[in-house]
């Protein structure tokens, strides 16, 4: 079991490494068992394509880690956590999200923070809505969720500036999940941007 961990682990850092020098697009299977020194059937034993190499990375590196911080009901501090892995492997994951179509690497993030949200939801009683909205169910909550914060990771870490820290992203997440869009409009000052 151990060296299975190792040789996927092996094979994700191979991955990692290329990226850093080639658009994903590029690389290939060869290229990764070269650079992780293994044949091409030990790739094959362990993933099926670059792109559930890619995922499990994502899964491995950072899934994983905030999940162990939900079961201890430590959510927000999982959430900060996200922002922090993705910080500090900024340029790997600004060339993930660059991976589009089918096998987005958006759509991976989305899908696993869904899971995340989704399974809190699930692990203790949903608190339906005020309101008796029908559509307000565990799953649309949690696919709102995971939307909204995979658009603004993928916005930020696509930022080549790189301007804002992982504290302040954070910080801008906390405010706008606890603000309504009516919080950031001024009625007062409605046409002032136009002139």
């Given amino acids: 079991m151990e060296r299975k961990k190792m040789t996927r682990a ?3 850092e191979s991955l990692k490494v290329l990226m850093k020098e080639h658009p994903f697009e590029k690389i290939t299977i060869k290229m990764i068992t070269d650079e ?3 044949i091409r ?13 890619l995922e499990w990375i994502f899964n491995e590196n950072i899934i994983e880690k905030i999940k162990a911080m939900f079961e201890q009901g430590m959510y927000m501090e999982g959430v900060k956590l996200l922002f922090v892995c993705m910080k ?3 340029q ?4 993930a999200f660059e991976v589009t179509g089918q096998n987005a690497f958006s759509e991976i993030v989305k899908k696993y923070l869904y899971g995340l949200f989704l399974e809190e939801f699930n692990a203790f009683y949903y608190v339906e809505s005020k309101f008796n909205n029908p559509l307000l ?6 696919s709102y969720y995971a939307m909204s914060l995979t658009n603004l990771l993928q916005i930020w870490i696509q930022d080549n500036s790189q301007n804002f ?3 302040q992203m954070f910080e801008a997440y906390e405010y706008l999940i606890s603000h309504r869009v009516k919080d950031f409009i001024d009625p007062e000052r409605k046409g002032a941007a136009e002139k």
């Fill in 165 to 167: 820290t992982a504290d």
């Fill in 88 to 90: 500090n492997d900024s």
């Fill in 36 to 38: 992780a020194g293994v």
């Fill in 92 to 95: 790997f994951y600004r060339r």
């Fill in 10 to 12: 092996l094979i994700g």
């Fill in 137 to 142: 169910t565990a799953e649309m909550v949690a």
């Fill in 41 to 53: 059937p030990t790739f094959y034993n362990y993933f099926c394509d670059k792109y559930e190499v």
